[in-house]
């Protein structure tokens, strides 16, 4: 079985971590996925699993750098993680439908944190297009992560990467909230029907 | 010698071939070949038997329920054969170049359906009929040769005993190479069990000795090089329907991804990991050596790609071995092949698969059967030095059977009589005397319920549950559950139904479900059909299957598992799981309106507009 070989450390930081992103509500019930590099190859989620509660047949492991025949459970987004381990040092992929920003990319180019922490770490966040499983957004998506720590895919979701886990959660989780700040500011600015106030130091 | 007057096929021709009341899709029209009586009729097809059966299959099974008499011996003159069409058959939809042949079969003595894929399809579809039927039988072999206009019945005496491939291409190089064909082998010639009928690509009429009963018909092929367009009712709206189809094709990591860059074998790996794999007559369904006959190793030996006429996935490979170039093998001749028989070395597996194909031999029967015999003969019940893993003796063996020469006799009969005459019934892993293909069901519920309630044996293609059990597609079902699998395996079978009917390649099952496919039905035809009553035709075709068999004195007690495969595996990924087959049965029947002996009720027989057929 799946489980047998694969080391229990890796599933269960996967298992944690999948279960944030569920908790916050950043996918519905079998949206999403992740992946942590390892040398060569990459344990990564399966598709169709549920990121709220993965079991350990819900892991498999799959070469970077060709598909394999493993491929054939593997998540259907296993070409974009296999495109930004090619492209970029980093070792962790994370996938997500955070509502907020899904529903800002459909009027901005790029997200620019309003809200200092965001635009620290963030700086901007590219809103690209693409076909869900593509090569050509697999080959956007791992360009824009050479730049930047997370890109937005307009209408579908966000791609988070670096080289620690937990940093790419961080990451994650800051862009849906600079995306909730941006979506506030907009309708405060609307309803007050006032300019913000825009801080002089951040 | 032409046994039938060629005149009488011409004037046949002229007479209902061409024009006639026609929808599209359909052409209305079947031959029908009388070889006892000398007879070439053809006939017009009823509307509501198109739409009630759709086609392939579903008019096969229709077909042969109302015109043979009960209790007909599968090898007899009175047995017929139906190689039929669907609508979809010669359209631009994508793969839909298929054809399906059923008979009753003299492996399982049920109804069987076995369909095949390639360009044979399309040729024959564009004859301009929608079925070939093929009773009594000829004294002296020939074959059937088809264009729109004329089916004639030619002397075939200089090709019996050429084997499939050698058959086809003498064929085209008689009839031009603008036309298909599929022959059977030495093994069809001496009505081996599980005979196949293959064309000169790899594609073939596999499953259920329909290759025997084509022998004993003394039919050695048939070639079929029509040119008639087959008309759209609606093209632009097939246009529409055809970017969708692209889109969706190229979506799916199963179709694009899998099958497309490494084929049916790309399997393999998972299935192994999952604890599924087949491994020396299913006595362990995990394999350390798996890896070595697995979808990566076979790119090795691949020299080319090529799939059926129409299909953008393409996902059969050309192997070549020594100076040998041959088609295949797909997963489950690996495994059948491989696994099954100890054997771990892929370029034996490929060379075995080459021969299976040339002798005309259905690869899944030959190896079950052939993993029988080990058992049996490693437990002394069988008189003959064969151990696990000697591909010398496999081949030889295989070659034995298809000239049912020495224990290749006995071989030649399947899985089920073998054990019987040597006394050990619990070898032959088989339903209704189908040997159960490549996926243990201990380990995936759903087939353990589809293999016992398939009405031609153990069989993968009639409810693929694994989509859904391992691979999630279209959606993902805990493989060990219980509660689900009846509906699913009903509803899969009913789709599957239509499938086969309508004559899509069923790997196309993983993405696309009734609701496209009605919407593709209504844009060929022209005519309005529903998601429900697509679905309602394949559960009155999977009904008169049933009825077929219950006629044939099949029930309830013939929906098991074999014995071995109601025992726990002591190791591996699935040690100790057993399915509850009797509980899945139980409500699986209850689902289907059937009774607790099997039967369909009066009620479920009214809805379906059967109680006139009984
Ligand atoms: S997927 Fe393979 S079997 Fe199916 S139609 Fe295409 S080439 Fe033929």
Redesign the pocket.
């Given at each position: 079985m799946i489980a047998e070989g694969i080391d229990k450390e890796v599933y269960e930081v996967l298992r944690g971590y999948a279960s944030r992103i569920a908790r916050r509500g950043y996918v519905t019930a079998h949206g999403g996925n992740l992946s942590i590099r390892s040398g060569n190859n990459m344990w990564i989620t399966r598709h169709a699993c549920s990121l709220e509660d993965l079991r350990v047949e819900d892991v498999v492991k799959v070469p970077v750098d060709r598909p394999s025949s493993r491929d054939v459970i593997a998540s259907t987004e296993t070409p974009v993680h296999r495109e930004v381990y090619k492209r970029t040092s980093n070792l962790v992929v994370m996938h997500a439908h955070p509502p907020y920003t899904v529903a800002v990319s459909y009027f901005v180019d790029r997200l620019v944190p309003p809200d200092s922490e965001g635009y620290h770490v963030l700086r901007r966040v590219p809103i690209i297009e693409g076909r869900p499983g593509s090569a050509a957004l697999a080959s956007r998506v791992a360009e824009a992560l050479r730049d930047s720590w997370a890109v937005v895919v307009r209408g579908h979701g966000v791609f988070a990467s670096s080289k620690f886990i937990d940093h790419t959660y961080q990451v994650l989780c800051m862009v849906e909230h600079s995306a909730e700040i941006f979506y506030l500011k907009k309708v405060y600015e609307g309803s007050l029907k006032v300019k913000p106030v825009v801080p002089q130091e951040f | 010698m032409i046994l039938i007057d060629s005149r009488i096929a011409a004037a046949s021709s002229d007479d209902l071939f061409e024009g006639g009341n026609t929808v599209a899709g359909w052409w209305k029209k079947l031959l029908r070949i009388d070889l006892s009586r000398k007879t070439i009729t053809v006939e017009e097809v009823k509307d509501v038997v198109l739409k009630e059966y759709l086609g392939g299959s579903g008019f096969g099974a229709m077909w042969l329920y109302e015109n043979t008499r009960p209790g007909v011996e599968p090898l007899s003159p009175d047995n017929a054969v139906v190689l039929a069409v669907g609508p979809l058959t010669g359209s631009r939809v994508?793969?839909t170049?298929?054809a399906s042949m059923i008979t009753r079969s003299p492996l399982t003595m049920t109804l069987f359906d076995s369909t095949c894929?390639g360009v044979f399809p399309t040729y024959f579809k564009r004859c301009g009929l929608d079925a070939l039927i093929i009773q009594g039988a000829s004294s002296k072999p020939v074959y059937i040769y088809l264009n729109e206009g004329c089916g004639e019945v030619l002397p075939a005496g200089d090709l019996w005993g050429l084997k499939t491939k050698e058959a086809v291409l003498e064929l085209r190089k008689r009839h031009g190479f603008n036309c298909s064909a599929v022959a059977i082998g030495p093994a069809g010639e001496n009505l081996v069990r599980m005979a196949s009928i293959a064309d000169d690509n790899g594609h073939a009429f596999g499953r259920g000795g329909v290759g025997a009963v084509l022998g004993s018909k003394k039919v050695k092929a048939i070639v079929a090089s029509g040119t008639k367009t087959v008309e759209e009712a609606k093209p632009e709206k097939v246009d529409e329907m055809l970017e969708n189809m692209k889109v969706r094709i190229t979506w799916n990591p199963y179709?694009w991804g899998a099958?497309r860059n490494l084929g049916t074998s790309a399997l393999l790996t998972v299935i192994n990991d999952w604890g599924l794999l087949p491994v020396m007559n299913f006595s362990e369904g995990f394999s350390e050596s798996a890896e070595k006959l697995a979808g990566e190793e076979l790119t090795k030996f691949v020299v080319g790609r090529r799939?059926?006429y129409n299909?953008p996935?393409?996902?059969?490979r050309v192997t070549k071995i020594g100076e040998t170039k041959g088609d295949g093998p797909e997963y489950e001749s690996i495994v059948n092949l491989g696994s099954m028989l100890g054997i771990s070395d892929l370029g034996d597996v490929i060379e075995l698969n080459h021969l299976c194909n040339d002798l005309g031999l259905d690869t899944i029967s030959m190896g079950g059967t052939l993993a029988c015999l080990i058992e049996l003969a490693t437990l002394n019940k069988v008189n003959i030095d064969l151990m696990w893993g000697d591909s010398e003796k496999v081949k030889a063996l295989i070659i034995e059977t298809a000239y049912r020469r020495g224990i290749g006799n006995d071989v030649a009969e399947g899985s089920l009589r073998l054990a019987r005459k040597y006394g050990m019934i619990e070898a032959s892993v088989s339903v209704k005397g189908l040997e159960v293909p490549a996926y243990d069901p201990r380990g995936a519920f759903g087939m353990a319920l589809s293999y016992a309630t398939s009405y031609r044996g153990a069989c993968h293609l009639r409810s693929w549950t694994i989509s859904f059990e391992v691979i999630g597609t279209p959606n993902l079902v805990d493989r060990f559950s219980v509660l689900e699998k009846p509906a699913l395996v009903k509803y899969t079978q009913d789709l599957a139904a239509v499938y086969d009917s309508l004559l899509v390649?069923k790997?196309?099952a993983v993405e696309f479900n009734e609701e496209p496919l009605s919407s593709l039905l209504s844009a060929v035809t022209g005519l309005d059909f529903s998601k429900e009553e697509l679905l309602a035709a394949g559960e009155r075709i999977w009904t008169i299957a049933r009825l077929f068999n219950i006629r044939e004195g099949f029930t309830g007690r013939d929906d098991v598992l074999p014995p071995k495969l109601q025992a726990p595996l002591t190791k591996g990924p699935i040690a100790g799981r057993v399915p509850p087959i009797q509980d899945m049965i139980k409500e699986y029947y209850s689902v289907r309106d059937w009774d607790s002996q099997g039967i369909p009720s009066r009620k479920l027989l009214d809805r379906l507009n059967l109680r006139c057929r009984l």
């Open positions: - | 994508y793969g170049s298929r894929g179709l099958l799939g059926c299909c996935i393409a996902c059969k390649c790997h196309f």
